[in-house]
């Protein structure tokens, strides 16, 4: 495929479906199958329906325990994105088919309502999303995640929000709202200062700039905000750590955290060869230093050490983060959500 063919997307192939027996092709009257994508790819939104509304996980490396996913797949096009992998459940590939074929979960919403109504429903945050970015472009069409607020408004159901998109400035009303009754957080991934480095490595996002920008903004309007820098990828963006956090704390942020890097499934593929295409003079270095901080393997799935690592590099990257915390958040944290709000039940609502 042509390079300008590819502009705007993260993943450069399409690897094969672990899951599928057939591989999806063009066929040629030669007799050659050559890939699907030989021309630009263009983007598909798909209408499917849910069971539940929450998906859950018992993850001891993440704070909140339920999260919901108004879409699967995720233009945004960050290419080490572990979410990549579960498209391949769907039936699509993990490269360019999770960039392109987008899964709309059109009756979401109502699906939540149902789970806020079930007798003895307990609230506890939820996080928006927990697998790809709930504010991606098709957002901008769909509006789920807009409604999605509107609901844990109604509801009082606290709810934490972590995107890269500006798009997330359009819900500045409901995120007052929410605020006012001390039910919402918003987090801001930013994982780099380089416009540069954005447009090949999360090519669909919003630049740093911008979302400090927008920091400031939410800062200003009452509406807590933090940043996560994650992920941290050594020898790529590792050393913009401590700018990224004095940044966010000047802008208004009021907590960081961060994740370093694992190439999990096909993620390690699309990664490599994303890592070849744009930086093949250090692509052996950062490869053996991914590995370094996950005992010798870019995959990693033991608690603890596959969110943060473990080893020299991984030691140094923890005392760096918490150097630039202590520096420039340290008398700053986030409020506590109060579950108080939740008012459960149909009946219950009407008598507010």
Not at 324 to 337: C, E, F, N, S, T
């Amino acid at each position: 495929m042509k390079q300008d063919n590819l502009k705007g997307r993260g993943a450069r192939i399409q690897p094969k479906n672990v899951f599928s027996k057939t591989e999806e092709v063009q066929e040629h009257l030669e007799g050659l199958d050559r890939p699907k994508w030989t021309d630009k790819p263009h983007t598909k939104f798909i209408h499917t329906a849910t069971k539940n509304a929450l998906s859950k996980n018992d993850s001891p490396d993440l704070p909140l325990n339920y999260s919901v996913n108004p879409y699967q797949g995720c233009e945004h096009g960050c290419v080490y994105c572990y979410a990549r992998n579960s498209h391949q459940y769907w039936g699509y590939d993990a490269g360019l088919g999770f960039e392109t074929n987008i899964l709309v979960k059109h009756d979401i919403v109502s699906q939540l309502r149902k789970t806020f109504d079930r007798p003895g429903y307990q609230a506890r945050p939820l996080m928006l999303s927990g697998n790809t970015d709930c504010y991606q472009p098709a957002e901008k069409k769909y509006q789920l995640t807009r409604k999605i607020l509107s609901l844990c408004l109604e509801y009082g159901h606290p709810v934490s929000v972590i995107t890269k998109n500006t798009l997330i400035e359009r819900d500045l009303d409901l995120l007052k709202a929410l605020a006012e009754r001390n039910i919402v957080h918003v987090y801001f991934s930013i994982n780099h200062l380089d416009p540069k480095l954005k447009a090949i490595l999360e090519p669909r996002t919003a630049t740093a700039q911008k979302k400090l920008g927008l920091i400031e903004k939410f800062d200003t309007a009452g509406v807590p905000c933090g940043i996560m820098v994650a992920p941290i990828i050594p020898t790529i963006n590792s050393e913009d750590i401590t700018a990224i956090i004095r940044d966010a704390a000047a802008a208004g942020a009021r907590k960081a955290g961060y994740t370093v890097i694992r190439l999990n499934g096909q993620v390690r593929q699309i990664f490599q060869n994303w890592l070849q295409t744009h930086f093949p003079e250090r692509a052996e270095k950062v490869m053996h230093q991914i590995e370094s901080l996950h005992g010798g393997k870019a995959n990693d799935s033991e608690w603890g050490r596959r969110i943060k690592g473990e080893g020299e590099l991984a030691s140094l990257i923890q005392h760096v983060f918490r150097q630039a915390v202590k520096k420039y958040l340290l008398d700053r944290k986030m409020p506590i959500q109060d579950l108080s709000q939740f008012i459960a039940g149909k009946q219950t609502r009407l008598f507010k």
